[in-house]
């Protein structure tokens, strides 16, 4: 994955909440760390065209996420800081036969793909439940599925163990361990992202440390007061 920033960022009615930033992100595990406010969630989703640069431009493997929010989002697949808030349909099977919907496959295909990714994530079980019943860790794992299934190059996951028990999290973090493809994720829980490759920490907007998950850490401890 190559995702680029040049002098980049964004603005909420004249207030920039992401300051001009350049950086490229080639690494396949990527953390965001960084204070309430500080920016993270904005940058994530100007990687994949869901807010766009009000000053210089985003490109992801060559597209630039201003002419081509299509093809970009075809290839970043983003799971929400609520996964309730991304989960349509009733039924989880329904749910995760959503997102092939814009590909034209046939009903045989569109089943294999979807009992392949739910295999996957050992959710087979919860195929025909409805969503609405599921547990916080379920949730997530049906949400990963459910943007899994369209099979994009890099996943983003904005705090995906927030609000989840011990054994939850424990169950995502081993997911997002052993999936394949690139990861973001944006997380207020350190120790998700300390095996990562590379950890930006974000302060008021700009980029304060960039590097290895411990350095990054560190000063997040140090302004943080902790
Ligand atoms: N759609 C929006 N409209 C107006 N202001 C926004 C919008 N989205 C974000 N902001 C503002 O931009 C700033 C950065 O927000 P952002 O959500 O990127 O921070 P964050 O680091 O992800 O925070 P948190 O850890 O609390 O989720 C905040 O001041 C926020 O209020």
């Known amino acids: 994955m190559d995702v ?13 909440a992401v300051r001009p930033i350049s950086v490229s992100l080639t690494e396949r595990r990527i953390g965001i760390i960084g204070l309430n406010g500080s920016g993270k969630t904005t940058f994530a989703r100007m990687i994949n065209g869901l807010v766009q640069p009000s000053h210089g431009r985003v490109s992801v493997n060559g597209l630039d996420t201003a002419q081509d929010g299509e093809g970009v989002r075809s290839q970043v697949g983003f799971i929400f800081q609520n996964p309730q808030n ?3 349909l009733p039924i989880l099977r329904e749910d995760v036969e959503l997102g092939l919907r814009a590909q034209k496959l046939t009903r045989t295909e569109v089943k294999a793909k979807v009992d392949g990714v739910l295999a996957r994530f050992g ?3 919860l195929a025909d439940r409805r969503v609405h019943e599921l ?4 949730l997530q794992l049906a949400a990963l599925a ?4 369209t099979e994009p190059a890099l996943v983003i996951l904005d705090e995906p163990t927030n ?4 054994r939850n999290r424990l169950l995502v973090q081993k997911t997002i361990d052993r999936l394949e493809e690139d990861v973001v994720v944006i997380s207020h829980d350190l120790e998700l992202v300390e095996t990562f490759d590379r950890v930006l920490l974000f302060h008021e907007g700009q980029i304060l440390m960039d590097g290895l998950p411990a350095d990054a850490i560190r000063r997040y401890r140090e302004i943080a007061g902790a």
């Open 135 to 138: 547990s916080g860790g379920e």
């Open 123 to 125: 959710i087979e079980p």
């Open 146 to 149: 459910s943007v899994l299934v």
């Open 86 to 88: 991304q989960i349509i």
């Open 163 to 166: 609000q989840l028990d011990l």
């Open 4 to 16: 680029r920033f040049l002098q980049a960022g964004a603005s909420f009615d004249g207030r920039m």
